[in-house]
């Protein structure tokens, strides 16, 4: 049974929240502040956190950040004020897996609650993750998730994206990554690169590695 924390100070609002979550099975606990938030999210009693940004204590942006700081990987779902686009964005900067505008539906939170713990199942255990966004690389099983999608990925193309995501946004020449991924036994003037760039972008998406004319590859951020 999953358990999840929600932190709102409304007490309406967390009411209306923690009735729905229970009807639908979901163990709940609530805080009201976010000093409590962070304490209970850090340990590992909770599979998800339902975060109200504006909370007495902390405030939900400095428990997200604080959370990440400390690398825990709980899946965050923030609540904002409608029509707040700089919360949100900053939120998702901070970590947050998703958002919910406030008023909102009981069961379109439901929905994103489904969606975030059926990946966070599907999740290895924290450490052998590398992440940039929403690109997500398992060193143990060679398995990318891009957004919602999971895909395996060969080993010539799992050290690419590896060498790509341990460098987000910085421009790596092919000369760099073709002695990182292929050792030198390759004659710098092969395609191979861009071969495998090419398989790369068809599991992950093409928008995310950019190719930077004249001179390699960049994964965008
Ligand atoms: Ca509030």
């Excluded at 504006?54 to 923030?78: E, F, Y």
Aim: no cysteine; aromatic share 6%; hydrophobic share 45%.
């Amino acid at each position: 049974m999953s358990r999840i924390l929600i932190a709102e100070d409304d007490a309406r609002i967390a009411s209306f929240i923690e009735k729905g979550l229970r009807r639908s099975g979901y163990v709940t606990h609530v805080v009201a502040d976010g000093v409590s938030a962070y304490e209970l999210a850090r340990g590992r009693d909770f599979d998800l956190l339902i975060l109200d940004l504006g909370l007495p204590g902390h405030d939900g942006l400095t428990v997200l950040r604080k959370l990440r700081n400390a690398r825990v990987t709980l899946p965050v779902i923030i609540l904002t004020a409608r029509d707040a686009v700089s919360d949100v964005v900053g939120g998702l900067e901070s970590g947050a897996d998703d958002y919910m505008s406030k008023p909102f539906a009981f069961d379109e939170l439901l929905a994103r609650v489904r969606l975030r713990l059926r990946l966070r199942r599907e999740e290895p255990l924290d450490g052998f993750l590398l992440r940039v966004g929403d690109l997500v690389l398992d060193l143990r099983t060679r398995r990318v998730r891009a957004g919602n999608r999971v895909t395996d990925l060969s080993a010539r193309e799992f050290a690419l994206a590896e060498i790509l995501m341990r460098n987000p946004d910085r421009v790596l020449s092919r000369e760099q990554l073709l002695s990182q991924v292929w050792g030198f036994d390759y004659d710098p003037g092969s395609n191979i690169v861009d071969v495998y760039v090419r398989y790369l972008r068809r599991k992950i998406g093409a928008e995310r590695v950019q190719t930077v004319r004249g001179v390699g590859y960049r994964l965008r951020v």
